[in-house]
């Protein structure tokens, strides 16, 4: 039985969900198996990947259910579901988000590297009918917050042991003993909390042994983009200086 488990939180996801399952089982490594973590959805979405699950065996699919509303509280229940379940090697995505085909291959790479936290590249998706000109600002503010992230006060401590990596959630792997020794990922909303950044700077506290992989990659939703357009979407991801009253955009 293979050690690596992939999490996928998930809410709402029925209309989506199998194009994230599809990558998933398109990988050229399948040696894993994947937890998605139902977040109390109010449609279809445990039903859809359930039934994808029974169609297509490898890798193993299931799907258990997190009634406390997060991101990072269904995350938390998943990652820790696979550990006790016999993970020693986590990787996430997100529901909304397409794995490269080589995505859980370079990720046994980095850690047989020595890395125990990967940080991947974040690419938007191309199929959800947003300009070229918008997803390139999307791909520029995304070097630049990596940047930026480096010289936050927030992410500046004596207590961290090395630089701040940047490491969406949607794309990153994690061992299980660091993720326990970390406390994990903080149980909270999105609205509430970057619950990656707040896991990373934990493990900046235990360890130096943590990486961005930019060969690691997953394509990421632009449906913010399309609700909400490009200058709002970023003020979200700056700290969440734009709230909409509906943060659960399908």
């Not at 990659?217 to 632009?222: A, H, I, L, T, W």
């Not at 979200?236 to 909409?244: E, G, I, M, Q, V």
């Amino acid at each position: 039985m293979s050690t690596l488990w992939v999490v996928i939180p998930a809410f709402d996801e029925e209309r989506g969900i199998e194009a994230t399952l599809a990558a998933v089982c398109a990988q050229r490594d399948t040696d894993f198996r994947v937890v998605v973590v139902d977040n109390n959805s109010t449609d279809g979405t445990a039903a859809v990947v359930a039934a994808y699950a029974a169609a297509h065996p490898v890798p193993p699919i299931e799907v258990i259910t997190e009634q406390q509303k997060g991101t990072g509280a269904a995350a938390d229940t998943g990652m820790r579901y696979a550990i006790a379940n016999g993970a020693t090697l986590l990787a996430r995505t997100d529901a909304d988000c397409l794995p490269a085909p080589d995505w859980t291959e370079r990720i046994k790479v980095a850690f047989g590297s020595g890395l125990r936290l990967v940080s991947g590249q974040l690419i938007p998706r191309t199929d959800e009918d947003v300009s070229w000109r918008d997803r390139t600002i999307i791909r520029v503010a995304l070097e630049l917050a990596s940047t930026f992230g480096k010289v936050r006060p927030g992410n500046r401590d004596p207590k961290y042991l090395g630089p701040y990596v940047m490491t969406p959630g949607c794309n990153m792997a994690i061992t299980a003993e660091l993720y326990l020794a970390a406390g994990g990922f903080p149980r909270t909303a999105i609205e509430d909390l970057h619950e990656d950044r707040a896991l990373v700077n934990e493990v900046r506290t235990i360890t130096t042994d943590y990486g961005l992989r930019r060969d690691v990659r997953v394509f990421g939703s632009n449906r913010r983009v399309r609700a909400w357009g490009i200058r709002k979407t970023l003020a979200w991801y700056a700290d969440h200086r734009y709230r909409p009253e509906v943060v659960d955009i399908r």
